[in-house]
């Protein structure tokens, strides 16, 4: 059963070119939620995976046998690949974990920065307006919601870009996407592979609300043009902001505006066939994971003497 445990470990790397395939032949909201969920899924297993082949390593040592009130040795395969699975495992949750605890205090300092700016400013419903010459628009969550917006932006767009740029942004809000963006930063620490799929991920959140903006404005030409202005006079200057406060500029935006420009794809049986294979890896991560860790607890049992062999 520990073999099992080396299926949650492999199967991110099988993600990425799936997740882009979603992307390219789905509805953008349809692939961030598709893409989103199965990234979680395999994120947690292999969290959950290393964590086993720790146990394991452990309860080979005499003092945690003891502190298990093991009766009898420990079987859980071959010491030639435990003990280095187990070694393996020890390192890569730590760094996990030191990359988790970083840039989680590193997004709280910027969100109370972020945040503590705009409570300074007035607001007219859900816009704050910063006297700053440089350009950028970003959407901040919290209590109440609000979208933040320099002068040097206004002045960068024209009126009916900054309706198209206020309805990219409301959508953000609108959508919970902070949530997914901070899922992706999360799991991207979480398995080297699944980083390819938090960019994934965070050009999703901007297709969605870019889609959603061109619905409310009418025009996707419109729309097209004011992300692209947007988005090149945002590159003149950056505030300190959380990543997971999506901003107009997130994502490869000539990839962005090309989307918004073409005609949108008919769904064809391929559709089908990405959906089917990406929610197949999850599934089987989350089964090959769950089996594992299960007949880590029966061995457990077993060496107890709760348990028959």
């Not at 974990?97 to 920065?113: G, I, K, S, T």
């Not at 628009?137 to 002068?151: D, N, S």
């Not at 901003?247 to 490869?252: I, L, Q, R």
């Given at each position: 059963m520990t073999f099992l445990l080396l299926v949650p470990l492999a199967l991110p790397f099988a993600t990425p070119p799936l997740a882009r395939r979603a992307l390219a032949r789905l509805a953008p909201s349809t692939a961030l939620w598709l893409v989103a969920g199965s990234t979680l899924v395999l994120a947690f297993c292999s969290l959950t995976a290393l964590g086993a082949f720790v146990l394991t390593g452990l309860l080979q040592l005499?003092?945690?046998?003891?502190?298990?009130?093991?009766?009898?040795?420990?079987?859980?395969?071959?010491?030639?690949?435990?003990?280095?699975?187990?070694?393996?495992?020890?390192g890569a949750l730590a760094v996990c974990?030191?990359?988790?605890?970083?840039?989680?205090?590193?997004?709280?300092?910027?969100?109370?920065?972020a945040t503590s700016e705009a409570d300074r400013r007035s607001t007219a419903g859900d816009l704050c307006v910063i006297d700053a010459p440089h350009p950028e628009?970003?959407?901040?969550?919290?209590?109440?919601?609000?979208?933040?917006?320099?002068?040097g932006m206004l002045r960068s767009l024209g009126p009916d870009e900054r309706e198209a740029l206020f309805a990219h942004e409301r959508a953000h809000n609108a959508g919970g996407h902070h949530y997914f963006l901070a899922l992706a930063e999360l799991a991207?620490?979480?398995h080297p592979a699944?980083?390819?799929?938090?960019?994934?991920?965070?050009?999703?959140?901007?297709?969605?609300?870019?889609?959603?903006?061109?619905?409310?404005?009418?025009?996707?030409?419109?729309?097209?043009?004011?992300?692209?202005r947007a988005a090149l006079a945002a590159r003149a200057g950056h505030r300190e902001r959380p990543s997971f406060?999506?901003?107009?500029?997130?994502?490869?935006?000539?990839?962005?505006?090309a989307a918004l420009l073409a005609t949108p794809r008919t769904p064809h049986r391929a559709v089908s066939w990405i959906t089917?294979?990406?929610?197949?890896?999850?599934?089987?991560?989350?089964?090959?994971?769950?089996?594992?860790?299960?007949?880590?607890?029966?061995?457990v049992e077993v060496a107890q003497g709760e348990a028959a062999r």
């Open positions: 005499p003092l945690f046998a003891a502190l298990g009130a093991l009766v009898r040795p420990f079987r859980a395969g071959s010491d030639l690949f435990v003990v280095p699975a187990a070694a393996f495992s020890v974990l030191w990359a988790v605890a970083h840039a989680v205090l590193r997004q709280a300092r910027a969100f109370r920065a628009a970003y959407a901040l969550p919290g209590r109440p919601h609000r979208i933040v917006v320099t002068t991207g620490h979480c699944l980083r390819t799929a938090a960019a994934v991920i965070r050009l999703a959140v901007e297709r969605t609300a870019d889609e959603a903006a061109a619905v409310v404005v009418g025009d996707r030409r419109l729309t097209a043009r004011a992300i692209g406060a999506a901003a107009v500029n997130t994502g490869p935006v000539p990839q962005r505006v089917a294979l990406l929610v197949a890896c999850a599934a089987l991560s989350a089964c090959a994971s769950a089996t594992g860790v299960i007949g880590f607890h029966h061995q």
